[in-house]
Nanobody
């Protein structure tokens, strides 16, 4: 089992940057594909980015490609989401998630993930 805790959210002006962290527990953290999702008020949860278990492959939603970067440090059981050039449309609660049985074609599907953090609020002001 994996317990996930996000941190790093906050209020930032448009054009600014934030780095989210997701700390995982358990000795098997490095065997999980990790994903970031977000949910804005009144909207469905949407995929943001994912990274393979060893960090060699990544995938991004088109809306964040070129602005966000996902990375991981398995020695520290942590996955990161560096968010640059933030826009008001990026305002949402951001969640990290862990799953083992994912392929590159399934990483964007929230139902494929087994474990979720509690979320961290990101607010981008215009």
């Amino acid at each position: 089992q994996v317990h996930l805790v996000e941190s790093g959210g906050g209020l930032v002006q448009a054009g600014g940057s934030l780095r989210l962290s997701c700390a995982g527990s358990g000795r098997t953290f490095s065997t999980y594909v990790m994903g970031w999702f977000r949910q804005a008020p009144g909207k469905e949860r949407e995929f943001v980015a994912a990274i393979s278990s060893r960090g060699g492959s990544t995938k991004y939603a088109d809306s964040v490609k070129g602005r966000f970067t996902i990375s991981r440090d398995n020695a520290e059981n942590t996955v990161y989401l560096q968010m640059n050039i933030l826009e008001p449309e990026d305002t949402a609660v951001y969640y990290c998630a862990a799953g083992q049985s994912l392929t590159i074609s399934s990483v964007a599907r929230s139902l494929e993930y087994e474990y979720w953090g509690q979320g961290t609020q990101v607010t981008v002001s215009s």
